[in-house]
């Protein structure tokens, strides 16, 4: 379940704080600039501090988690095209940590195509045997 729809499930306010906080707002949305924005756009009540208290719940950690874990996916991503440029060049080590990267890529990759329902057979991995140490 990706963060979007999570936070959908949330109250709104619960919604526009996480996204706030955590600078992931989508394309329609603008973001405020400090807290006092905040409170005058979107908070129900006049301080903050119930959904700084909020920040300290499970429910909290959890989709923080969540949406993390999605920024991962972006970063690495990023790891991927700069080690291949690297590899390209001849680095030993960038082409080791290349196909560390692959891997972790093609984990993702097989969680996703379950995700959405894809249950075709993998290949085989063309690395396994292949140690990096």
């Not at 109250?11 to 905040?38: G, I, L, M, T």
């Not at 979107?42 to 923080?64: F, M, N």
């Not at 095209?81 to 960038?94: F, R």
Request: hydrophobic content about 30%; proline content about 2%; some cysteine.
């Amino acid at each position: 379940m990706d963060i979007k729809s999570l936070l959908g499930k949330l109250s709104d306010q619960k919604a526009s704080w996480f996204k706030y906080r955590n600078n992931c707002y989508y394309y329609e949305e603008k973001r405020p600039q400090s807290d006092e924005e905040f409170l005058n756009r979107v908070a129900t009540s006049k301080t903050l501090s119930g959904l700084k208290e909020w920040e300290r719940t499970e429910e909290y950690q959890k989709l923080l988690a969540i949406y993390t874990e999605s920024q991962m996916v972006s970063d690495l991503k990023d790891v991927y095209d700069t080690l291949l440029e690297k590899a390209k060049e001849g680095d030993d080590k960038a082409v080791k940590s290349l196909l560390q990267v692959s891997h972790k890529i093609k984990e993702y990759s097989v969680d996703a195509k379950k995700a959405y329902g894809e249950t075709k057979k993998e290949p085989e991995d063309e690395y396994a045997g292949f140690t990096t140490e």
